[in-house]
């Protein structure tokens, strides 16, 4: 069974600070993508990045950066010097790859990010 | 601009009606499309794969009489929450794959429900 789990529940930082949001994955799938969205009050998600499972480099992408480690089946989010518009739900997502793909999402319970000024 | 539209955004119904939600590729056609519901500070469930031309597939859970599904274009999925409910009030959130690129998924603008 394929399983998304945040931690993490919510975070507060002071502007300027980085922060660190937790994701860890189950699945049998040897080919898989992960996903990681931001959803402001507004609703909508917000699409931060996608990764696939045989691509372990880390990224970097202005203040965000993501670390996979498919030894520890994690894929975490950091923002560096966050700002109050960082402030949302942030969610990771898990779905199979391959010729099996399905494109359905498996979501984490989602982190609450406040920044306070 | 947005890739997936979803309409309404935001809908007031009242409680036994039934209201219809649609989800639309704007410059990709879909042959699949799914449906996410999200209560107040919750994840995102799915609920159903909508397939094009024929009946979608719920999820466990999930009452196919109560929430229809049409997929009757290439372009076009609706969602109706029929016999609406107080308990119905959620976020609904589409998201449709592109089947040029199999992997890439475009959700739509959600639509917030709220049944009285």
């Known amino acids: 069974a394929q399983k998304v789990t945040q931690a993490q529940t919510e975070i507060s930082v002071v502007e300027k600070e980085d922060v660190t949001l937790d994701c860890v994955y189950e699945?049998?799938?040897?080919?898989?993508?992960l996903f990681w969205y931001k959803q402001p009050p507004s609703g909508e998600l917000v699409f931060l990045i996608r990764?696939?499972?045989?691509?372990?480099q880390n990224e970097i992408s202005g203040r965000y950066s993501w670390n996979f480690q498919k030894s520890t089946s994690s894929f975490n989010f950091t923002i560096t010097a966050s700002q109050v518009v960082d402030s949302a739900v942030y969610f990771c997502?898990?779905?199979?790859?391959?010729?099996?793909?399905?494109?359905?999402?498996?979501f984490g319970q989602g982190t609450t990010l406040q920044v306070k000024p | 601009g947005a890739v997936v539209s979803q309409h309404p955004s935001r809908v007031i119904c009242k409680s036994g009606t039934s209201v219809k939600i649609e989800c639309r590729s704007l410059?990709?056609?879909?042959?699949?499309m799914f449906w996410y519901r999200q209560f107040p500070k919750q994840s995102l469930m799915l609920m159903a794969t909508?397939?094009?031309?024929?009946?979608?597939?719920?999820e466990q859970g999930v009452e196919k009489d109560k929430f229809l599904i049409n997929h009757a274009s290439l372009t076009l999925s609706t969602l109706t929450v029929t016999s609406a409910h107080p308990e119905d009030s959620s976020f609904y959130i589409c998201?449709?794959?592109?089947?040029?690129?199999?992997?890439?998924?475009?959700f739509g603008e959600g639509s917030w429900l709220t049944v009285v």
């Open positions: 998201s449709a794959r592109d089947q040029r690129i199999l992997n890439t998924i475009y």
């Open positions: 699945t049998r799938d040897t080919t898989y993508y």
């Open positions: 990764r696939n499972s045989f691509d372990e």
């Open positions: 997502a898990l779905s199979n790859g391959g010729s099996g793909n399905t494109g359905k999402l498996i």
């Open positions: 410059d990709f056609q879909a042959t699949t």
């Open positions: 909508s397939n094009e031309g024929s009946k979608a597939t719920y």
